[in-house]
């Protein structure tokens, strides 16, 4: 057998050795999907179907891209680097720099990131004296995403009120400031790549000869115009080879459309289905339980779990009676997890919406253990990174106003907000760019932008040295270093300016890539575009052994020794916005699959029965998704008083004042519930929050929040007698 193809499971092996045929590739968590998708490229190349310029592979992070790459490299004696495998906005991007005059734009064309977007936005806004209240930048920016990645241009949006037509008129200006500016965000590198392809047959037909086996992971997170791009790449007759999980599609708020399996399916006339089932991961319980949650989702493509590992530990359930309770028990168990010897960056703290993390956060301070927020501020969006890309991207283009907005007065030199309004002004009047406007601004502040003006022409005099060097007389020359020097808290933004250094250098080194006619592409444009395309992805720290807090959909991709899943209350997870819905729900279901999957060896759940959220106290019942478990995989480390309806409130108390016991049992046979409302003659409605004793005695405590008081406790005979 062919070495390549060693220890491959059965469906691996049919999957990677498949003719030149389209497939779809169900592969579930921890079933191997990237061995099999770079194992697949390298069977294609070594037994001469294709060369490696043949194939096109696409991937959704920088990171799976250059793990594919590295792979490759291992697998075939081949230089990999000038291989067309990378996320949908870096391959379009490169399309478009090969091809920039035929896309209309310019060779040196640079990209806004989220950030840069809504600051273009707001410029525009002030521009058109338009109300930035009634039209917020953030949500004219989701707008404009949202049009692009359906393929709409403004003059295919539909738009049945003013408010619409308005938002149309200004997602149009946008188009003609970006273009006047020679700068792209990301939704429009995707678009302008489309349209590239759809208008111009020749080249359309250049690519669609040239990529004969086209390669997608991650399928379910495709949006409707990444759909169409690769079907218009695939339409010469190419074979598209798809692998994703259905399961997993989690991105729906995203523009994700996971019916983009069921199109493929379809619309390719795919007869290669192959599930990849077998989990390389978990032990048995953990794929067991979700399992058994996923398969509640109606319509599914349909896959089980299993492993070789043997079922492992049971799952750890832990009902708290508040989050402050739960964020307690986690720090608890962290520190005991620590002491016999788990690595703490092994260990993962998942929620479902941020607002959790705050008690999560004050309890792992307090018991003095390490943690890091996934996908905190990011090295490229840290506001002194952006400050020295900003003049490089003056460098390379003086007419980048979004750059130039940026860094014209700072470090402060004297140019106030009268100056910048005239300039802007004067762009407008002679439908320039500011940089090109400044000659047409008298008196100081003229003076002090000619200034400017010099400064960066002394920049742009500097751009024939080396990257790295560049970047660092960049920071030096533009004032930065001096500026964040004599800052209070100055060091961290000096040593990620030095950081950024060595991020030049390292580009140079690793990262620079042959354009189409073999000549390196300019390293400052390609840095520039690498730095944007970067910016949205998360800079693993150094230093701690620390514990990892993240959202479910930050853990998206990753695994770890041991997971705790908490806040698993209706409500919460699933959320409120999306029980109604049956999509809405069936998503919760795939992030909750997502959730377990991320666990190899122990699985906590934990929930609270009151949570502070929103500044406002809310009494809870357990999950749904607790209840799709089998009870045979659970192992309670609390008695199960929510399972029997009753909820213990924190820190609650007798009307007299005094301190009721922290656990107690509940009452049974009652013939109330917790989060039952009741209405008492004296104190009006109320809400069941919590019982204690049992027949005849049982006493039933209630939340009034009337006249001052909160908590009552009243006896079952005296409320059902109220």
Known sequence: MNPLLANLNEPQLAAVTLPAVHALILAGAGSGKTRVLTTRIAWLISTSQVSPPGILAVTFTN??????????????????KGMWIGTFHGLCNRLLRAHHRDAGLPQLFQILDSADQQSAVKRLLKSLNVDDEKFPPRELCHFINAQKEQGLRPAAVEAWDDWTRKRVGLYEAYEAQCQREGVVDFAELLLRSYELLERNEPLRRHYQERFRHILVDEFQDTNKLQYKWLSLLAGGGASMFAVGDDDQSIYAFRGADVGNMRDFEREFKVDNLIRLEQNYRSHGNILDAAN????????????????????GEPIRVYEAYSDLDEARFIAEEVKALSRDGHARAEIALL???????????HALFSAGLPYRVYGGLRFFERAEVKHALAYLRLIANTDDDTAFARVVNFPTRGIGARSLESLQDAAKAANSSLHAAIAQVSG????????????????????????????????????????????KEGQERLANLDELINAAASFVAEEGVANEEGELSSELASFLAHASLEAGEHQAGEGDDALQLMTVHSAKGLEFNIVFICGLEEGLFPHENAISEEKGLEEERRLMYVALTRARQRLYLAFAQTRMLHGQTRYNLPSRFLDEVPEELLKWLTPRAGKQGFAVPSAPTFSNGDAMPRRRESSSGSGFRIGQSVTHAKFGLGVIVNAEGGGSDARVQVNFGTAGMKWLALSVAKLEAA
């Not at 005099?461 to 007389?473: F, K, S, T």
């Open 351 to 361: 929620y479902r919406s941020n607002a959790q993390s705050r008690a999560l956060e």
């Open 292 to 311: 058994a949650i996923i398969k509640n989702n109606p319509s599914r493509l349909g896959k089980n779990l299993w492993t070789e590992a043997g079922a």
């Open 444 to 487: 100081a502040g003229g003076v002090k932008l000619k200034a400017f003006a010099e400064l960066i022409l002394k920049l742009r005099d500097a751009a024939h040295l080396p990257l790295p060097e560049l970047v660092d007389h960049v920071i030096e020359l533009s004032g930065l270093r001096a500026h964040y020097q004599n800052e």
């Open 63 to 80: 990171k799976a891209a250059k793990e594919m790459l590295t792979r490759l490299a291992g697998m075939l004696p081949i230089n990999v």
